[in-house]
């Protein structure tokens, strides 16, 4: 029978984290969902772990990129495969750790009535795991999720959680541009232009590391920022033309 769901993880030389968070994953979802492992580019070991992993487990997927795209072209991927595939709803969870694979069924019991189901780390049952969270990450996050929250009358607590769950349908590969890390500020402005439902559920705040490099510039909190917002106005001006 066909699965429903696919979870789609994006990954870049996460050599140490691939096999346990592999397995955690297809323990907890096999029953219910197929898996994508998009391999962004990684330069270590990670393309051949993979293999390994795909050639062992007959329910995962593989896409092999010859060069790092970014991380919103990874999400870009998968949904473009869930939507070839037929896969009605898609989860996308990261392979840092920093995503429980326990959840992914919590993801799956959500009403299927909403388009978009985001996990949020900011919410009173969210629980906190690990080293404590980078504070520039916080403050950005913090001041994105007040921005949305005020320009569009939203109650939103958590703008860049990477954990959720999508209906395949609503959300088509050829609507996104945003390759990079600014995915986030491209997707809400989306929901909000197609007025598509969405709700948030709690999810552990869990950092194991504060090393994260966003890339060249951009690991400079001001011009990340403005990266962002930059990012968020022009798909919010792009949205409302089509």
């Not at 769901?5 to 691939?18: R, S």
């Not at 990450?137 to 109650?155: A, C, F, P, Q």
Request: hydrophobic share 30%; charged share 30%.
């Amino acid at each position: 029978m066909k699965k429903k769901f696919l979870v789609v993880v994006p990954i870049f030389n996460e050599e140490d984290k691939i096999q346990s968070v592999v397995e955690e994953t297809i323990n907890h979802s096999d029953s219910f969902a197929d898996l994508l492992l998009v391999n962004d580019g990684s330069t270590d070991n990670s393309s051949f772990l993979l293999e390994k992993m795909k050639s062992k487990y007959p329910n995962i997927h593989l896409i092999q990129k010859p060069k790092n795209e970014g991380y919103g072209a990874s999400l870009i991927s998968g949904m473009k495969f869930s939507k070839d595939m037929g896969y009605e709803f898609f989860i996308t969870m990261d392979c840092d750790e920093q995503h429980q694979p326990e959840d992914l069924v919590r993801f799956r019991n959500e009403d299927t009535s909403y388009d978009l189901v985001s996990g949020s780390r900011y919410l009173p049952e969210s629980g906190i795991q690990g080293i404590s969270a980078p504070p520039e990450r916080v403050e950005i996050n913090r001041r994105i999720t007040t921005l949305l929250s005020k320009r569009y009358d939203w109650k939103i607590t958590d703008s860049f959680c990477g954990y959720k769950r999508y209906r395949t349908r609503a959300f088509p590969a050829e609507n996104f541009l945003e390759t990079g890390y600014a995915a986030p500020m491209e997707l809400w402005s989306y929901v909000k232009m197609k007025n598509l439902s969405w709700k948030e559920i709690p999810v552990d705040r869990i950092y194991i590391t504060d090393s994260r490099s966003f890339g060249e510039d951009l690991d400079k909190k001001r011009k990340r920022y403005h990266y962002y917002l930059k990012i968020f106005y022009s798909s919010e001006k792009r949205f409302q033309m089509d």
